[in-house]
C-alpha cells in the first residue's frame, strides 16, 4: 500500500520560513518523481517543484529562489523548503510521487501553509 505522509505545515509570518516533509512508503522511491503542488479554494492545483530521480530540480516561476526541493532516497523522504514567504504562498501543500516506468501518480493528504501576520 503506497503512503505519502505530510508534515511541517503551519502558520508563518510574511519573510518567514518553513520546511515541508514527506515520507513515502510501498513505493521504489529512487525511481520515481517527487513534487510537491499546492491548491488554494476555487482554483486548481499547481505545481510547485518536482525532483526527478536523477536530482534534476525544476520549479513554478513564482518560487523561483525562494523554495528548495531535496530528497533522501535513503529515507524515502522529499522536503521542501520555503524561504522568504508571501502571504500569495498560503495554500493546501500536497506531496505527489509519479512512478516512471507506469507514470501511476500517488498523492497525500495535504498540509496546511498559513503566511499571514
Known amino acids: 500500500q503506497v503512503q505519502l505522509v505530510e508534515s511541517g505545515g503551519g502558520l508563518v509570518q510574511p519573510g518567514g520560513s518553513l520546511r515541508l516533509s514527506c515520507e513515502a512508503s510501498g513505493i521504489i522511491f529512487s525511481g520515481n518523481v517527487m513534487g510537491w503542488y499546492r491548491q488554494t479554494p476555487g482554483k486548481q492545483r499547481e505545481l510547485v517543484a518536482n525532483?526527478?530521480?536523477?536530482?534534476?530540480?525544476q520549479y513554478a516561476d513564482s518560487v523561483k529562489g525562494r523554495f528548495t526541493i531535496s530528497r533522501d532516497n535513503a529515507r524515502n523522504t522529499v522536503y521542501l523548503q520555503m524561504n522568504s514567504l508571501k502571504p500569495e504562498d498560503t495554500a493546501v501543500y500536497y506531496c505527489n510521487s509519479v512512478q516512471l516506468a507506469t507514470l501511476r501518480s500517488y498523492w497525500g493528504q495535504g498540509t496546511q501553509v498559513t503566511v499571514s501576520s
Open positions: 525532483a526527478l530521480p536523477g536530482g534534476d530540480a
